[in-house]
């Protein structure tokens, strides 16, 4: 999920969170480097993966000792989920330095440059993490560290391809309505306040599998899923979970979410391509392709990422190019925000389409964008000022705006209704 930051070449990223100080990017962080797929569907995990100091030093004594004292930046957490996230925690912890990870480390090899997009004139240099968030137990967005990412992005020819890749004469074009509403696996029984939208066409929760939660699914919509896969790239329930998904109705599907986030799929660009071979190619024409979704970060990241992603996939067939939008109203006020993202979607992104066959027919799905630390009011007049204008793209197929089913962001607080911005998600 679920960074990040303004697109630029050349990018200072930084981290405040609740808890966490930019600082705390200088200690060694773990990575989830998942061999069960029943530790992907834990999103206490991801919270566990984002303290991950914490979580090295507590989960160990707390297996063993359930009284141990739990710290304060994990204390959201049931005593329940905590149990299994720590379990997750300890078999799929590893250092983010892709190449300590045998499993999974690219090997060295010719890394493509890209060409710099242009750079909107709106000036953003950082991102912190809202402090007061309320969605410390849910999928979080983090920034991230700019060392760990570089380790990332080395290529290999050598990871395997299961069979051979067939580029269709024509993909399968997206139909399907425009606004999409994010949520957690284990979110809670709050998609009772948007049943009534004829606004959410679909809905999506960074898994093959909706969300067993009571009460959460959108009937009057689609589930897309996304691909995630264990420390060997694999996922064995995948295929025939899509083709069961596509036989009801399933219009797309998600590659890896934010392959350049090293909070997130955490992939090099081959690692990325393999995973697409192997697990969204097959299905093309059959269903939507959506490409491994990207942060809106600069250098190796974002655009970067995918430039060298394609590098690794040429006869990959895409008919989505999804990418994510976020910038921190500490940085930029709810205009500027606004125009950050009308000039990543009109600019950026279209120049990156122009430079690569298998996009040009690609539309754009905004998988992911938030003006993140802005009040509910504020919000809302963001969303106002530009959902009119992603309805009216026609280079966009679809977006999700990260307001999701959590309280403090399209729930209120108290977890009685829609917020103010989770009113005109759900109306305008």
């Not at 509403?181 to 898994?207: E, P």
Request: proline content about 7%; hydrophobic content about 35%.
């Amino acid at each position: 999920m679920h960074s990040l930051i303004y697109p630029s070449i050349l990018l200072t990223l930084s981290v405040v969170a609740s808890g966490v100080s930019g600082a705390a990017l200088h200690h060694v962080h773990h990575v989830h480097r998942q061999t069960s797929l029943t530790c992907f569907e834990d999103n206490a995990l991801r919270t566990l993966e984002r303290f991950s100091s914490d979580a090295a030093a507590f989960c160990p004594k707390f297996l063993t000792a359930p009284s141990e004292k739990v710290p304060s930046n994990l204390a959201g957490l049931p005593a329940s989920r905590l149990s299994s996230a720590c379990a997750c925690f300890q078999k799929t912890a590893a250092p983010a330095n892709p190449a300590s990870t045998p499993a999974t480390s690219p090997t060295s090899a010719p890394v493509v440059t890209p060409t710099p997009a242009p750079v909107s004139s709106s000036k953003v240099s950082s991102l912190s993490v809202p402090s007061s968030t309320t969605l410390a137990s849910a999928i979080v967005p983090t920034t991230i560290s700019t060392s760990a990412l570089a380790n990332s992005v080395s290529s290999t020819s050598s990871l395997p391809i299961v069979g051979p890749i067939k580029v269709p004469t024509s993909g399968k074009v997206y139909t399907g309505g425009k606004r999409g509403l994010v949520y957690d696996y284990h979110s809670k029984d709050y998609s009772k306040f948007f049943k009534d939208s004829n606004k959410i066409a679909f809905g999506s929760d960074w898994n093959l599998k909706r969300s067993p939660a009571p009460g959460v699914n959108f009937e009057q919509g689609a589930f897309i899923p996304t691909i995630r896969v264990d420390g060997g790239l694999k996922n064995d329930d995948w295929k025939a979970g899509v083709q069961s998904l596509i036989s009801s109705g399933t219009p797309m599907i998600f590659a890896s979410n934010e392959p350049d986030n090293n909070h997130q799929a955490n992939l090099s660009p081959s690692q990325a391509a393999t995973v697409y071979k192997n697990y969204i190619q097959p299905f093309a024409g059959q269903v939507s392709l959506a490409s491994p979704a990207i942060t809106n970060g600069g250098g190796a990241t974002g655009l970067g990422f995918l430039e060298n992603f394609v590098a690794q996939c040429a006869d990959c067939h895409f008919d989505i190019i999804n990418v994510h939008h976020y910038v921190s109203r500490r940085e930029v006020n709810v205009a500027q925000a606004v125009s950050a993202v009308k000039s990543f979607l009109s600019k950026d992104v279209p120049a990156f389409k122009s430079r690569h066959s298998q996009f040009q027919n690609a539309k754009i799905c905004l998988g992911e964008f938030w003006l993140w630390e802005a009040s509910d009011d504020e919000g809302a007049d963001y969303l106002r000022a530009l959902l009119p204008w992603l309805d009216g793209n026609n280079d966009v197929a679809c977006y999700q705006a990260f307001g999701g089913l959590w309280e403090g962001n399209f729930i209120n607080s108290a977890g009685t209704g829609l917020s103010k911005s989770g009113q005109v998600y759900h109306d305008l």
